[in-house]
């Protein structure tokens, strides 16, 4: 039984000198790989605004759709062209965005609001304010948990410009993840950007004829109700 022991001995001896290698490098009783993610984690749990700086593009916390650029001049993110926008993930009940309109002729710029992957619109926000920014809440009153949103621009660049500096929730956001979706580039004209797509237009049994508005105001006017936006729904893919 002894010269048995004794044999076992140094393999018992080898492991234990491998347990002491593999948990060498502690704090306070916990591996540093630990210790790191657990920072990581913190850090991340910190994040409650995203500001869009000259940088934005390049934010870990943001997905970018679309063409957009910083514009010095009015410190933000500007956001011309139809289906442009952002999308965010974050954990909290409300996000609120802090943005800026150029007013033309046809009104304020519109934004459409998809939350957690839903094709349909969570909210409808117009920018009404066009000299300063304002903080402008989007969601309100969701469970608080993870979620996602995208906000995403109804019209077009030659009826208004948009600026956004800044996102905020009451929780925590997270990092963006790969959008894997098929991407769809689209170039057109009125018809393609859903200009007075959903104006008022009625048969009248009297003349025989169908009467038209004719209101081509932002108010009606929304790109994803467009052959597009129509398009892109059904292929699930990523409208440009």
């Not at 621009?153 to 410009?161: L, M």
Request: aromatic share 10%; with cysteine.
């Amino acid at each position: 039984m002894r010269k048995k022991m004794r044999k076992a001995l140094p393999i018992l001896l080898s492991a234990t000198m491998l347990m002491s290698a593999t948990t060498f490098s502690t704090i306070n009783g916990a591996t540093t790989e630990n210790v790191s993610v657990a920072a990581e984690t913190a850090e991340e749990n910190s994040v409650q605004t995203i500001a869009l700086d000259a940088d934005y593009a390049e934010n870990e916390y943001l997905d970018v759709y679309g063409r957009t650029y910083y514009n010095t001049d009015n410190a933000g993110a500007a956001f011309n062209n139809s289906a442009s926008g952002v999308e965010v993930r974050f954990v909290g009940t409300e996000l609120t965005v802090t943005w800026k309109c150029k007013k033309s002729g046809r009104g304020g710029g519109f934004f459409s609001v998809y939350l957690d992957g839903s094709t349909e619109e969570a909210n409808i926000v117009e920018v009404t304010n066009y000299d300063d920014y304002a903080d402008v809440t989007l969601l309100t009153g969701l469970t608080d948990g993870a979620h996602s949103a995208r906000i995403l621009k109804r019209t077009a660049s030659n009826a208004d410009t948009c600026y956004i500096s800044a996102v905020k929730t009451d929780g925590y956001f997270q990092k963006a993840v790969e959008d894997t979706r098929l991407k769809v580039e689209v170039y057109g004209d009125s018809i393609t950007v859903g200009s007075g797509i959903i104006r008022d237009c009625y048969y009248d049994e009297g003349s025989c004829a169908w009467i038209d508005s004719g209101d081509y105001t932002n108010v009606n006017q929304n790109v994803f109700q467009s052959y597009a936006g129509v398009m892109a729904k059904e292929l699930d893919a990523r409208l440009n």
